[in-house]
């Protein structure tokens, strides 16, 4: 809420070169559950001299920015003692703080209602119910097999190749299909080879796409095969060149699973880039990997939160085809709060 305004000359040279300002004061007040709210204040000055549309919509951005800092800036104070371990352990896991705070607002607002407080076990199990409930819409688990063409997209070095080969092994040993690979990955010869080594071990046939026609031709070649997995080429997708290069190469018509591949150790705000590049993209679901090499996996269901995709597998080591689970919500959300007892 806007708490006051003022119009503010500053001092210019004799007068000169002044400038007028407005100074706008918002507050931000925190939601009913919290007593004793939090109230936070800071201040934001808007130029009044020569405001194009341009301009204006800079400061409405720059206001809205404000905002949402002040927002991020709430703390845990308002919440009892023995609830902030686990707000803080979720904090340190990388979940955003609309879902901490739902997690605290619930559990303190059961707190209240019971007249007591929750052991520690008790507000995991409160925690995990808030959480799941926020994913309970979201398609969750692995291929389908009632797709013929299974196809990873994603950044350079995420574990495409390495995750398509589990994949893959597993359709193959454990549900007795028969598979092919295409590749598309085209770029480095260490990567058709990568895709190679994999599929002689499982003695199934590789064709290589160089382009379209290419690829044309492999599905001919595949065409009695239970399943065919496409490898793409890790790019730069950060340029949207690589990204329609993707669409010239491979036709997303086809009776096909398409999934994003993104690895957890990567910055939240790159994954978010990514995926606004793969919009237009038929995706499916998300594949997270090098979940392993990572302590904070919170951003995985911030992902899943904002852009309502839901999670096939996600894998957690090097070893093909063992280090890979398929993805349902219960298992996610136990990994995000397995070392939260310890907290
Ligand atoms: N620690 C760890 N490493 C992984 C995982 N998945 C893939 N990798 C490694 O990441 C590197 C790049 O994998 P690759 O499949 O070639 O990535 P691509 O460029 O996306 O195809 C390789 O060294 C893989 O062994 C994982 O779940 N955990
Ligand atoms: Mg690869």
Redesign the pocket.
Known sequence: MILSSNVITSKGFLGFFQKKSVEVVAGFDEPAIIPEPAFISKQASLSVESKNDEEIKNEMNEMKRLLQEMRQSVSFSNFPDELKPLLTYLENQGLSKELILQVGNEIFGQMKENKKDFSKEEQLQIAMTVLSKEFSELPFGGITFSRKFIN?L????????????KIAARALLEHKKKIGFITT?TYRIA?IE?LRTYANLLQAPVEIAYNSNDFEDAIMKMKDLDLIFI?TA?RNYKEMKFVDDLKRLIDFSLDMESFL?L?VTSKEEDMKTIINRFTSFPVEKFIF?????TGSIGPMFNLMRQYKIGTAY?????EVPE??VEADVDKMLKLLLAGAKHA
């Open positions: 990873v994603g950044p350079t070095g995420v574990g495409k190749t390495t995750t398509i080969a990955d990567a990568q490898d890790g591949v690895s990997t090098k979940v392993d090499e996600y894998t957690d080591g090097q280090d890979i």
